[in-house]
């Protein structure tokens, strides 16, 4: 059964930065992708980022792309979400999620597993 794991979440003022990691465990997972959404108070849940393992080819939402870097460490099975220059517009529940391909995932339907979640809060 898959595990995943979150951590790293925290309130940090705009500007600033945080790391999110994700320890994955209970499946072999160089032949899927990784991804994180996010969930804000009254929103539906949103693509941020996804990384096929076994080739580190990354893909970003557009309101991300250039302060967000999504990596991961094949030893640790943990899957990381750099994000830089923090707005207050980034204030959400961030999850991870494994795919059900080895295709980015980027809507719900595409994710086969979820974490629990972690809580980003950028104040202004």
């Known amino acids: 059964q898959v595990q995943l794991v979150e951590s790293g979440g925290g309130l940090v003022q705009a500007g600033g930065s945080l790391r999110l990691s994700c320890a994955a465990s209970?499946?072999?997972?160089?032949?899927?992708?990784m991804g994180w959404f996010r969930q804000a108070p009254g929103k539906d849940r949103e693509f941020v980022a996804a990384i096929r393992w076994s080739l580190g080819n990354t893909l970003y939402s557009d309101s991300v792309k250039g302060r967000f870097t999504i990596s991961r460490d094949s030893a640790k099975n943990t899957v990381y979400l750099q994000m830089n220059s923090l707005k207050p517009e980034d204030t959400a529940v961030y999850y991870c999620?494994?795919?059900?391909?080895?295709?980015?995932?980027?809507?719900?339907?595409?994710?086969?597993?979820w974490g629990q979640g972690t809580q980003v809060t950028v104040s202004s």
């Open positions: 999620a494994v795919g059900k391909t080895t295709y980015w995932p980027r809507v719900s339907r595409d994710v086969d597993a």
């Open positions: 209970g499946r072999t997972f160089s032949s899927y992708a």
